[in-house]
């Protein structure tokens, strides 16, 4: 599978940008077939060396806007935190499938769903840095739609030194997806963005506490998750099509 052509940016009308900041990506392994029953028709799920990881990333979004239109704070720059998994479409494209996404504007949320037929729902979501230590705290409290309640926290430290991904490793495999797909009325979708590679650091967390994914029906290992870090991309993002 060629995991390299989708970083390449597409020839097409960029219809929205966005700044992806202070990504903290969790990511835990879990049965192959358990990933795979949860997935819409259509798509197979992607593995690394025959391992399937689910992702928990919360991070913060910043001047989102249409391609046509400024940027206005009070609807362009709130957090978010998402629910993923890595899939492919017939042995090409790989990219994403979102079992959820959190964010804390309630008027993205309902845009995203109607427009962009992703699960969105409406959370009260906090970040805080403390600048002395380097940590930092994500919080998320969801409100709507239904399920709730459906709660997260932790406290995460990147550490080290910033470094884009090698191709054919795992740290690649997890952070480089530049497809997105979603299922709305029977029929798949692909969306996808470009940015420059993730710069990434290695991390750790504390405090964990989540219930995102038994929101979505998945259970959480209970082993410590693998954990990195990135302090963000500037994001093309370009119109959702039926595959």
């Known amino acids: 599978?060629?995991?390299?052509?989708?970083?390449?940016?597409?020839?097409?009308?960029?219809?929205?940008?966005?700044r992806?900041?202070?990504?903290?990506?969790?990511h835990w392994e879990l049965p192959a077939q358990e990933l795979a029953r949860a997935l819409p028709p259509g798509l197979s799920l992607d593995t690394y060396?025959?391992?399937?990881?689910?992702?928990?990333?919360p991070f913060t979004m910043r001047g989102v806007r249409p391609a046509l239109l400024p940027p206005f704070p009070p609807l362009s720059n709130f957090h978010e935190t998402n629910v993923r998994t890595y899939v492919h479409l017939n042995g090409k494209d790989p990219g994403v499938f979102f079992f959820s996404l959190d964010a804390a504007n309630?008027?993205?949320?309902?845009?995203?769903?109607?427009?962009?037929?992703?699960?969105?729902?409406?959370?009260?979501?906090?970040?805080?840095?403390?600048?002395?230590?380097?940590?930092?705290?994500?919080?998320?409290?969801?409100?709507?739609?239904?399920?709730?309640?459906?709660?997260?926290?932790?406290?995460?430290?990147?550490?080290?030194?910033?470094?884009?991904s090698s191709p054919g490793?795992?740290?690649?495999f997890l952070m480089e997806?530049?497809?997105?797909y979603t299922a709305h009325g029977g029929a798949l979708l692909r969306g996808q963005v470009h940015h420059v590679p993730y710069p990434v650091r290695s991390a750790?967390?504390?405090?964990l506490e989540e219930s995102l994914l038994e929101a979505v029906g998945l259970r959480r290992p209970d082993s410590a998750?693998?954990?990195?870090?990135?302090?963000?991309?500037?994001?093309e993002v370009f119109a959702l099509k039926r595959v």
Do not use: C, N
């Open 106 to 164: 309630g008027i993205a949320v309902r845009l995203a769903r109607a427009w962009y037929k992703l699960p969105y729902f409406y959370s009260r979501m906090s970040l805080m840095d403390d600048a002395a230590s380097g940590w930092r705290s994500y919080r998320s409290e969801r409100r709507w739609p239904a399920p709730v309640p459906a709660t997260f926290a932790v406290r995460g430290l990147p550490e080290g030194a910033a470094a884009v």
């Open 20 to 26: 992806w900041r202070k990504l903290l990506f969790l």
């Open 225 to 235: 998750p693998l954990v990195h870090a990135s302090e963000g991309v500037d994001v």
């Open 1 to 18: 599978m060629d995991r390299l052509a989708p970083s390449l940016r597409p020839d097409e009308r960029v219809v929205m940008y966005q």
């Open 177 to 180: 997806r530049y497809f997105l």
């Open 49 to 57: 060396e025959g391992r399937a990881f689910i992702g928990l990333v």
């Open 169 to 172: 490793t795992l740290q690649h």
């Open 204 to 207: 750790r967390v504390e405090g």
